[in-house]
């Protein structure tokens, strides 16, 4: 059996070991890496057995901590997936104990503002409640926006070096921000095949049937091109692995425990892909935003930092 059946049929426990001895071939040493996306190498931070909170505190001590990203009065989108009106244990959304804390250490390193939204598909007000992350992010400080209104919240721009997406309109929080932290859910998508850091752009987005209509791998790559994260966090705590991107049943969910960290976009789509089991060809818009100068796909040019929660 191979291991995207494996995963898709077996127990939690033994897909995160499968996950493991994927990721344990790549390079461990975190001080070969570079983390500039460009000629270089990039790093990835792999955590694993802890809860979203505790993964996510020991992955970004290793990147240097918060401070490292928001420095005092600077202004944070932090933009999860809460695409859907679905329960945290549905594993269609981005874990709320994650998005909180993320939202708090922004706050603890001096951030004068942190903001939080998604375009959902779903209606908006009842995916906002039901994902947890609404309640989650206020207790938190932070903010929760609104991103329905097209002539309230979105702003025209373009982007010569795009394929597809030559021109979009753009959530003004995304262009406001000093700081975006992009924060996916890990999951099955049955366009995409994939969601993780760079197809979580979309809810940046207005128009997302225009993408889904038009080569959809081609703008997702160019999507990263009209603003580039300070920082990606992938939940894989939770995660849907069939019927995506909501899952159908409770077979479709797998609980796996782990999390990835990076500044590198394309990187950490890569280091996805080993996650939830499939073929770096299986998700043809990785390649096509390494091309584009978006990041590292080669696994041979990415570190991985493996810690334990």
Known sequence: MDR????????????????LA??????ARADEAKTDGGNGGSEVVAVRNGSAVA????????????????KPGQKVVVKPNIGWDRTPEQAANTNPELVAEIV????????????????????WKSCYRNSGIE????AAGGKMLSAHDEKLHYVEKSCPQAVSLKTAKIHQAIIDADVFINV????????????????????????????????????????ALYRRPDLNVVDA???????????KVAEDIRELRYQLLSRD???????????????LADVPYIALAATAGLGVADFSRITVKRLEA
């Open 184 to 223: 996916p859910v890990l999951k099955h998508h049955g366009g995409a095949k994939m969601t993780a850091a760079m197809k979580n752009f979309l809810g940046i987005f207005w128009d997302r049937s225009f993408m889904h209509k038009n080569n959809l791998p081609q703008c997702i790559a160019d999507c």
């Open 237 to 247: 705590y939770r995660i849907v692995v069939a019927n995506g991107p909501r899952g």
């Open 104 to 123: 708090r250490q922004a706050i603890a390193a001096g951030a004068a503002q942190v903001q939080v939204f998604d375009h959902t598909c779903n209606e």
């Open 4 to 19: 995207r059946n494996f995963l898709k049929s077996g127990v939690a426990t033994a897909a995160a070991t499968a996950v």
């Open 22 to 27: 994927d990721l344990s071939t790549m390079p």
């Open 55 to 70: 993964m996510f505190r020991k992955g970004i001590e290793a990147l240097g901590g918060m401070t490292a990203f928001v």
């Open 135 to 138: 309640a989650a992010v206020v």
């Open 265 to 279: 976009i394309v990187a950490i789509d890569a280091m996805a892909t080993k996650v939830i089991g499939y073929e």
